[in-house]
């Protein structure tokens, strides 16, 4: 059963960072373009970062460029979103996601197949 698992949410003040880390069971991240979506209370979810299954292509949404990176570990199955100089605004409940190779960096949502549960974010002093 292939399946993702997101860690590392929780609360952090502003201007904090977090890293976020998506882990596979059931298959293997390398062959897939990963990315990271959030939705926050009351809004529509939306790609934040997405990564090509070689890594060369990367994509940030222009609210989190400058801030977060991401970046893969093949040899831990992982992907990770590091989250830097942390606003309120980025409040939200964080997913992974796996899409063909195809989908290369682009974050269009229906495109990817494989989703983990979420994990919380709480920015708030």
């Known amino acids: 059963q292939r399946q993702l698992v997101e860690s590392g949410g929780g609360l952090v003040q502003p201007g904090g960072s977090l890293r976020l880390s998506c882990a596979a069971s059931?298959?293997?991240?390398?062959?897939?373009?990963i990315g990271w979506f959030r939705q926050a209370p009351g809004k529509e979810r939306e790609g934040v970062s997405c990564?090509?299954?070689?890594?060369?292509?990367?994509n940030y949404a222009d609210s989190v460029k400058g801030r977060f990176t991401i970046s893969r570990d093949n040899a831990k199955n992982t992907v990770y979103l590091q989250m830097n100089s942390l606003l309120p605004e980025d409040t939200a409940v964080y997913y992974c996601?796996?899409?063909?190779?195809?989908?290369?960096?682009?974050?269009?949502?229906?495109?990817?197949?494989?989703w983990g549960q979420g994990t919380q974010v709480t920015v708030s002093s």
């Open positions: 059931g298959f293997t991240l390398e062959y897939y373009a």
């Open positions: 990564i090509s299954r070689g890594g060369s292509k990367i």
């Open positions: 996601a796996a899409g063909p190779p195809s989908v290369q960096a682009m974050c269009i949502e229906h495109q990817y197949a494989y």
